[in-house]
């Protein structure tokens, strides 16, 4: 099997290394080379690096999306009714969801970012896995592997009760309270995780395949969702590995897949030929900053009123939380942006042998 078999990069070795497979473990280094930040922080010392982990990573990725749809003519021009109909039942959906109860429209908002960022590594590690010829019991192994590695920990999560953070607000889990299981759970955990280890050593000493970028994915999933739930157990210590573990590569793979299209499609007038250049990295960052500024500004002015040294205009803005009926449409059209992330995204990363060069599979979905 040669070299590129078993190591199927999505754009290069370095690229892939640095900015889809590193950023968990880097994480980990930077909280515990500065633990004073990370476990006695206080809003004005960690206020902005809230700015760059929610603002410029979280939901800067979240409209990154706009460059693989909206801003692709071709892509919108054969998916009309997904991208024109689906943010309008997503909104009323919400409406209809926050009017019953405000808590049940952030649980459902909760647990499908759960769903989908689990998927996501689900989606990584098939990318990575597209040149393999594994046996079906091996797939089912690699498969089971990452869901074991995210879902433990949010079992963990429910079975221990309420945590010293949350995932978007107060109470958005539903918390079981019996943490007498954990330890059932964490033994099948453990035993997945033997298991997978030793299918692994078994391909690299029978056949000489290891693939490296996959089993880096792999051990970069169970770091950051084990050490950001289970172990380290704060609030900026699971914002950092959760945000940064899923915002950067998803960064990563918009601009691996602009850059591909680019390269195969010069002549193509569309928005790769504007943002998808080295000398234009800023101005695609930029971009997506300046929205994501513009969305938590309305988010902190109309409701949350957390962070005026980042958002001084916010103070400008009407408190609006004292009006449950304004809050019903509101709330749900500033989480339209979010929750149209979460759908649209199950359906634009199927990459198949083409003219283009790619192989690979739904990003969130089946192969």
């Not at 473990?25 to 930040?37: A, H």
């Amino acid at each position: 099997m040669s070299a590129a078999a078993k190591n199927p990069w999505i754009k290069s070795s370095l690229y892939d290394t640095v900015f889809i497979l590193l950023p968990p473990f880097l994480c980990l280094l930077i909280i515990f080379l500065f633990p004073t930040l990370f476990f006695n922080d206080t809003n004005g010392e960690s206020e902005w690096l809230w700015f760059f982990l929610v603002v410029c990573i979280d939901v800067g990725h979240v409209y990154s999306t706009i460059y693989r749809t909206y801003m692709d003519k071709e892509t919108v021009l054969k998916n009309k009714l997904l991208f024109y109909g689906s943010p309008l039942i997503i909104y009323i959906t919400g409406v209809f969801l926050h009017s019953i109860n405000p808590l049940f429209f952030w649980r459902v908002m909760t647990y499908l970012a759960v769903f989908h960022f689990i998927r996501q590594q689900y989606g990584f590690m098939r990318l990575y896995s597209r040149k393999e010829q594994p046996s079906s019991i091996s797939k089912k192994i690699d498969t089971l592997t990452i869901y074991a590695a995210t879902l433990y920990p949010l079992l963990y999560w429910h079975l221990q009760g309420k945590q010293l953070f949350n995932w978007f607000i107060d109470n958005d889990f539903v918390y079981f309270n019996y943490p007498q299981l954990i330890p059932v759970f964490q033994i099948i955990y453990g035993i997945i995780l033997l298991v997978y280890i030793s299918k692994e050593i078994f391909f690299f000493i029978k056949y000489k395949q290891f693939n490296l970028p996959k089993n880096l994915l792999v051990a970069g999933t169970v770091v950051s969702w084990y050490m950001g739930i289970v172990y380290l157990k704060g609030d900026l210590t699971f914002t950092l590995l959760n945000v940064v573990s899923h915002g950067i590569p998803y960064y990563a793979l918009v601009w691996a897949y602009g850059n591909k299209q680019k390269e195969q499609i010069p002549a193509k007038t569309n928005w790769i030929a504007v943002f998808f250049k080295p000398r234009n990295i800023l101005i695609f960052l930029g971009f997506l900053i300046v929205l994501a500024y513009a969305e938590e500004l309305l988010w902190d002015g109309f409701i949350w009123k957390e962070h005026g040294s980042v958002f001084p205009t916010s103070a400008f803005l009407p408190d609006l939380t004292d009006s449950k009926n304004l809050m019903s449409l509101l709330i749900p059209l500033l989480a339209l942006p979010q929750l149209l992330h979460y759908f649209i995204d199950g359906f634009i990363w199927k990459i198949k042998k083409d003219k283009y060069g790619w192989s690979s599979v739904l990003l969130g979905s089946k192969e």
